[in-house]
C-alpha cells in the first residue's frame, strides 16, 4: 500500500466514524474548532498509532468500549467525549 493509499485509508475511516456519531446524535452536523481538532487527530493517529495507555475498564466508553485515555476527552471537569464515537459521559 503507498503513502498515499495508506493516508485515504484513514481519513475514510475516521470520516465513517465521524458521519456514524452524527447519525445517532452523538455529534453535531455543525463542525466547531475542537471538532476539527479530534478529527484531525485521529486521523493522525490512524497512521501512526500512538502507544495507548489505557484507562480502567470501568471508566472506557459505554458505547464503545474506548479505553485510550487520549481518545478520551475531558470537557469542564464534567464529562467525557469519546473520540472514536462521539459519545458523551460522566463516568463513574
Known amino acids: 500500500m503507498t503513502p498515499e493509499q495508506k493516508t485515504a485509508d484513514a481519513i475514510r475511516k475516521v470520516m465513517i466514524a ?16 475542537d471538532d476539527l481538532v479530534e478529527v484531525l487527530l485521529a486521523i493522525a493517529d490512524e497512521l501512526d498509532p500512538p502507544l495507548a495507555t489505557l484507562v480502567a475498564f470501568e471508566f472506557a466508553c459505554p458505547h464503545c468500549g474506548e479505553r485510550r485515555d487520549d481518545h478520551l476527552v475531558w470537557h469542564d471537569d464534567e464529562f467525557v467525549r469519546c473520540s472514536g464515537c462521539g459519545t458523551e459521559y460522566v463516568p463513574d
Do not use: D, F, L, Y
Not at 18 to 33: L, T
Open 18 to 33: 465521524v458521519q456514524n456519531a452524527i447519525e445517532v446524535g452523538h455529534r453535531s452536523s455543525m463542525i466547531k474548532a
